[in-house]
């Protein structure tokens, strides 16, 4: 059941307030084809554009002036629910001056007012287990708006249980023309084994990014729950489908595991594809609406770290996949790791731009990674702009795995952070910490890129320790991209520490030989970002759901050393296969940095520069052990968005610290994109927890951004200049 909910005021309120609203909605129209654009100060879509840039020519916000920016208004989520959300992850989008957006364990849509915050309209649509059984339960990362650019205004969105919903974009109720009522059931048409249906109300099949909308055009991904810990590898098979905008009708299907006869599926080793699922698209899509082309990243088949149950190199698992947009057929197609066992999913959007390379312009396609990679295509043809190397790397030797001998390595641009865990990378700020350090690591496998995980045993290795798989390199939030001068931006957690150990399920708990776990330890389910969060779903203590490292959430803290255990023992080792840091007396197991922000220049393929982002840890720098020792600034763990400017990055802190320049909080902070200095900052009372955005409205430039975590629940908080600093964009003079 829908619900959409209005402010009632008088009628000559309504008059008054359509007179004042002229300026802003005017100062958002594209010309005579009605289409919103950045262009125009808005921010119509998730990734600002359909090419994934985040990037906005705004400059009324700049360098001598971030410093100076205060509260414009705030909104809370609580409300919009039965209880609060501490995981807010959306990006709103502005269209003609008014502000859309997700929210709350109901995952709700509003619509405010641009200058002031104001709640125009609410609607939420109640799908009680369905939802409750979710996967990817939060609230969403936003939503999508599409027009005709003739009075015809609609905003799509993906509920918690899984269904497309069509809005009318100015009342908030839904579109009668689209599907049934306004909705079409993605559940339709997702099989598991070789094609039977999942059940309608339990089957497995979810989403919160947004979906893409092109020309009339709408493309929807899937997703799952999280795969370490599985019941089945017979999972439901991922789907990517686009639907007709004004009716929804299905206009095609791209199977993400190929069926018989289709391209690819001899990749799956004795019809393996017929009782394997997964490699969904769950993160978002962009689009070369002139090229006609799509850009679909797939992330890994059931389950992460075993694959003994899918011999060969299982297309598309990993892959970056181009199809056409009218039909849905495959163009071209890359695979980043061969046999996927490592939970390299494909987190980001590939992001369209072009580049002049050796003086040669060519159409590019940038997609950032978890491990640090920043793969780079001409996105037409799909050929690497500079070479990627099959090279040699570790082989597994879990019984019943095969994993492939070589991995493709790009050549340019160079990893713009960590990829391994060796003796080298360890904490050495002291020679008692790092003696310490390398004893804890001695309990467990190190190696290079694509080491595989391990059958976990007490003796030891525990696991194989590796980074930038679970949870490392670039994530979900994405980088973002100045299509002007060819750079891309990227944040990226350099400490993201995952232990992959295997151990054989429980009885009765799943079909998989081996699944996520640690010898000599409680078997511990992951169950995935935000799972059990949904309004509905029963409540089993803690915030925002059973579990929320892995994919989507942040590393999870080390466990403490056992009971009884001698006072120099190491700690004990993180449950369920990966996310987990393990720490050295309270810090960190390797030397900083931590995390980064760097600037990749595509015309040359190098990395332009690259700093820490974010302050030191309050946790290293109150630590007893390095008093009196001066510790550079270190950066923060944790994966955060960004959005760039005529002059600046802009993205905020991953976790709070408290320090002498401000009280304990998390600092949003602006770079000049040119050199990567930081120009200014402004406190935030907790962690940005959904990738930022800006737009103009009655003349002043806005940023929005969420934020959320520990006991702080999700608030969108937007910021402005004051009357005496906003003059004039140049951008917004232009209009």
């Avoid at 919160?208 to 991904?221: E, L, M, Q, R």
């Amino acid at each position: 059941m829908s619900r959409t909910v209005f402010r009632t005021v008088p009628a000559f309120v309504i008059l008054a307030g359509a007179l004042v609203s002229i300026a802003p909605r005017l100062a958002g129209q594209a010309g005579t084809t009605g289409q919103p654009s950045t262009k125009n100060g808005e921010w119509p879509m998730y990734t600002a554009d359909l090419r994934g840039s985040k990037y906005s020519p705004l400059d009324q916000i700049n360098a001598a002036n971030f410093n100076k920016l205060e509260v414009a208004w705030r909104f809370k989520t609580d409300s919009l629910g039965p209880r609060p959300e501490y995981k807010l992850e959306g990006t709103p989008i502005m269209v003609k001056g008014v502000v859309y957006t997700t929210g709350g364990t109901r995952r709700s849509v509003v619509a405010l007012d641009g200058r002031t915050g104001e709640l125009m309209w609410t609607h939420s649509y109640r799908e009680g287990t369905r939802a409750a059984v979710a996967p990817r339960q939060l609230s969403g990362r936003g939503l999508s708006y599409w027009t005709d650019g003739r009075g015809d205004e609609r905003l799509l969105y993906v509920t918690t249980g899984y269904r497309l919903v069509a809005l009318n974009a100015k009342t908030g109720t839904t579109v009668p023309s689209f599907g049934k009522d306004g909705i079409v059931d993605l559940k339709v048409g997702m099989v598991t084994s070789a094609g039977q249906p999942i059940d309608l109300e339990t089957g497995e099949a979810g989403l919160h990014s947004t979906p893409a909308v092109v020309k009339d055009v709408v493309i929807v991904g899937s997703s799952f729950r999280e795969g370490a810990t599985v019941g089945t590898h017979n999972n439901t098979k991922g789907l990517v489908r686009a639907f007709d905008v004004r009716t929804g009708k299905l206009l095609w299907t791209f199977n993400t595991i190929p069926l018989p006869g289709e391209f690819g599926n001899d990749t799956w080793e004795r019809d393996s594809w017929a009782v394997n699922g997964n490699t969904g698209v769950w993160t978002q899509i962009t689009v070369d609406e002139e090229a006609g082309l799509v850009y679909l990243p797939v992330e890994s088949p059931t389950s992460d770290f075993y694959g003994g149950h899918r011999p060969g190199n299982n297309l598309f698992g990993e892959s970056l996949v181009c199809v056409d947009l009218k039909t849905g057929q495959r163009k071209w197609h890359f695979q980043i790791a061969h046999h996927p066992i490592w939970d390299y999913d494909l987190s980001s959007p590939a992001i369209l731009l072009d580049a002049n390379v050796n003086g040669k312009l060519i159409k590019a396609v940038a997609l950032p990674s978890k491990e640090a990679f920043l793969y780079v295509f001409d996105r037409i043809t799909g050929q690497p702009i500079w070479p990627i190397e099959e090279r040699p790397v570790p082989q597994s030797d879990v019984p019943g795995e095969k994993t492939s001998p070589t991995q493709p390595f790009p050549t340019k641009p160079p990893a713009y952070a960590r990829q391994s865990v060796g003796v080298d990378d360890l904490i050495n700020f002291t020679p008692d910490l790092n003696a310490e350090a390398r004893r804890i690591v001695s309990r467990y496998r190190l190696g290079s890129m694509f080491l595989p995980g391990v059958v976990s045993k007490v003796e030891g290795p525990l696991a194989a320790l590796t980074i930038a798989t679970t949870a490392g390199g670039t994530n979900w939030p994405g980088a973002g991209a100045d299509p002007e001068n060819h750079i891309v931006y990227a944040q990226a957690s350099n400490h993201s520490v995952a232990p992959i150990g295997l151990v054989e399920p429980p009885a009765g708990f799943s079909d998989i030989r081996y699944v996520a776990g640690t010898a000599g330890q409680p078997f511990v389910e992951r169950e995935g970002p935000g799972f059990g969060s949904a309004a509905d779903a029963p409540q089993r203590g803690g915030r925002g759901g059973a579990s929320e490292a892995g994919r989507g959430g942040p590393p999870a803290a080390a466990p403490a050393p056992a009971a009884g255990a001698a006072p120099n023992a190491p700690p004990a080792p993180p449950q369920g296969g990966g996310g987990g840091g393990l720490v050295v007396q309270g810090l960190p197991l390797l030397k900083p940095p931590y995390g980064l922000l760097n600037a990749i220049d595509l015309d040359k393929g190098e990395l332009k520069w690259q700093v820490p982002h974010g302050d030191t840890p309050d946790a290293v720098r109150n630590h007893p052990a390095l008093k009196g020792m001066n510790v550079p600034k270190t950066g923060l763990p944790g994966s955060v968005g960004l959005f760039v400017t005529k002059t600046l990055v802009v993205l905020g802190d991953p976790s709070v610290t408290t320090t002498p320049d401000h009280p304990r909080g998390a600092m949003l902070r602006a770079y000049d994109k040119q050199n990567g200095k930081e120009v200014g900052a402004v406190w935030m009372p907790a962690p940005q927890s959904g990738s930022p955005m800006t737009y103009m409205a009655n003349g002043k430039q806005y940023i929005i951004v969420a934020v959320s975590g520990g006991n702080y629940s999700g608030e969108y908080i937007a910021f402005n200049l004051p009357a005496s600093e906003a003059r004039p964009s140049t951008q917004a003079a232009a209009r």
